[in-house]
């Protein structure tokens, strides 16, 4: 079907695809321009046809709830997850419950640590294994970090349990798969404030539900790359694997799944690191530990203790990514025949060694078991102090006032007042407009859709305040990443380098991007659309890299024995064939985009985050799940369109 | 070749594939072309195919790349179910094996290696050629005897802790073909197992294989897209064209009476002095005299050049392996085959 599709795109009559679109848009714009005349029902939807659909959800889910008896199932699996959480909690931080073992001294972390680092990639990750968590312990961080690694040692596991399950139940049966396309998708762009109130509404507050939101969240990426890597193994392994008189489990157990070991891993790696990134923001839901604290920090603006848990997180973030990514790439090691256990397990004996020797010295030096209150680092009150100083220059106070002015005065408000300004039909129409110049009537119909979706809950001016504010996001991001991806793409040097800030950078989980914007710009939209800003140049500046180096060498090799300048080689061949590629880059930045607007709900914006951030507290799951219909709708309509040009394109460029 | 039941034999076998194969099928007509099929969206992988492979003969398949001969072999294997016909192994109907016969089958009798190995990369050497024993159950004493056993037989001894990521390509295929020898199977299977390979280890490589088939005597069936390799290793040579066999018959008989067209021009480039045996263009003696010291059956038409030109008589005496005269030589039709 889509065959057909992309070779003769849907066509009314005669008519190019860009010819309706024009006049799709010149009807939005009469429209618009009709306003005055227009009756108010045309302007916004009129009371009627609007539903309570807030309430009706809410109804369904009491029944689903109470009624059906979900609660008490949802009350089983907390008491169990509870068990397990409490556990890694006595051992990690010391929780006072069974098995009444802990915590740990930090000390046997760091060795233990250590040493899986050496193993895993040598002594650069050893340093930063190890170097983590004595810069947490000594910081005075380490019962804080601790709370929040005791969710995610639960979490990730189950995640990657339950994603390669049914990563395995998607590629064995087709309809399965069918059936989780849309699911996942969704999922994908729920807002996580969608996450986590389902989360402490089911499951008790606290760690529980922060684990269960954390592991729902982490879930997609595990089943798409299991699903994929099956599918990836070679129909040779196979075939060698069906010779060899293998059962179906045998050849699950034995052939695919090892040869399939290295997208199964990087699911792995995903999924770790969105745990972090949720359990972080799980903060919201009253989970302890380094987000709680980071929350509070910036809360009462207390810049510098705000930076040294930015620091620890992303410090906790680097070296996760890192381990689990030399992981994947680790090669199994061979012995010679006859090497004796003790030489096959070395790395093993070296890591319990480094615990118990290490722990036996925390045992005599306490300050290698705790950090004391008093005896920590942290020099927040000094940080704190440096960075009002800095800002204090006049020069960069000028310069971030000038800049919060200028964009508030001549950019954003404008533009925020005349997306709001449009009559809800204007918009709509101008959005199928766009899709129906990309991808034809089938996109412009979906787009419509959503976007009918969208006007029909009534939250039309929230919405469009979350839109203006991702979009501008994005457009800035646009201005600034892809002359940075143009720029670091031309040396081999400088891609390398600027290649490796953008992965660190996206390990990050997003709620630190915040802080950098607060500490500029303060409490306001500036800083929202800034931390945004950040946050999606990333991926873009990522992609452009991709794309431009992507470009196969005969072309650039092709242009320059044509004469073609740098320049024309750039505007002719490389960008033209980068494009796609760096629309997936852009893509991605939206989603990132719409991800951070609501996280940005906390400095305190006016959109459709901030009311999902309200329901938290009056336990609104109904109104909640209608808000998150709408960030969700709104970015799967991006996503639509902009794959489907990247699909289109990259066929008539030949592209795979 | 040996008089009995041959070890497996197929009739008029089909494979196609397509959105509804057997609706297809019900419908096809004799003289229906490939490019027929293909224009309503059906490519027929293997098409009426009728062969037969005595016990420890090797049956060479070959053609081009895209001619059928890799879906022959899975049908023979089953890793392909056919669309019609038959294919029996020991006079079982393959078709109608359970999966629980089938696995048990491939466990005892079928070996099988593949182009490009298919090993699994997690595994060492001594590990991948033990797989087929583990999945059967084997205990592990025992598996990994038999192994470092076939893992000596392929020359691969001092290597079995390795990876296979550590080996060379003719080293990775030694571990397939060890592999594949593990559990003693009658019937084995080889895909095209040299195509990977430089021409100089795949010459190496198949001076090995003739060694081992040598020692063990299996029933093989053996593909390849490479004439002058199934001439080097055939029994008889079976040559596909568009899922249909076009000749199955011995090397010389291939290169002396191509069966049609394709197969001619298969065979004009090959030497045939190299290919054809004094046996196979002997007549029966029939009255003639038999006179002289006799020639092998076994010699090629090359071997004697030296005596076909310098011999005098017109009729050469050709002995059988058991010694005893099967026929006359004629010098002048070899000599016309040696300087064609």
Redesign the interface.
Known sequence: MTAIDTQMPARIGSLSNARVATILFAVAALIAIAKPILPDGLIRLPDWMILPWAPWLQAMFDFVREDLGLIYVTRTITAGLEFVLDTTGNILYGKHRWPYLGPISWASIVGASGVLGYWLGGTRLALIAGGTWVWTAVIGQWELAMETMSVIVVAAPIAVAIGVGMGIQAWRHRRVEVALRPILAVLQTLPFFTYLLPAVIFFKVGPTAAAVATIIFAIPPMILMTTLGLKKVSPDIVEAGQMSGSTRWQMLRHVYMPAARTEILVGVNQVIMLCLAMVVLTAFIGMPGLGAKLLAMMGSFKLGRSFEIGVTIVLIAVMLDRLSKAWIVKQPVHFEKGSPWSQRHFFLLAGIAAFVVLALLAWVVPYFHEVGRRQDLSMGKEIDFAIKWVLDIDAIQATTQWLRWFLNTKVLIPFRDSILWLPTPSAILLFSAAAYYVGGLRSALVIACFFGIVALTGWWDRSMITLYTVISAVILATILGIPLGIFASRNEKWSGRILLACDTAQTFPSFIYLIPAIMLFGVNDVAVIFSILIFAMVPLTRYTIEGLRGVPVELTEAADMAGSTRRQKLMHVQLPLALPTMAVGFNQAIMFAFFMVIIAAFIGTQDLGQELQRTLAGNELGKNFVLGTCVSVMALAFDHVIRRWVTDRKSALGLD | MTDSQPVISCRNAWKIFGPDPEQFYANISADMSFEDMRAQGYIAGVRDVSVDVAKGEMLVIMGLSGSGKSTLV?CL?R?HDITAGSITVDGQDLGSLSEKEL?????RK???V???????????VLENVA??L???GQDKHERRKRALEVVELVGLSGR????P??LSGGQQQRV?IA??LA?EPDIW?LDEPFSALDPLIRREMQDEFLRLQEMLGKTIVFITHDFDEALRLADRIAIMKDGAVEQCDTPDQIVLNPATEYVTKFTEDIDKARVVHAGAIAKPVNGEPVMGTPVSSGKTIQDLARLLVDDTRDLIPVTSDDGTIMGNLDRVEALDILLR
């Open positions: 899975r294997s890793l696995i048990e089958l491939r466990r079928m070996g099988m593949f182009q490009s190995f298919g090993l699994l990369p997690h595994r060492t797989f087929p583990e999945m059967r079995e802790e390795y990876f990521r550590e397939g592999r594949s559990i299977f």
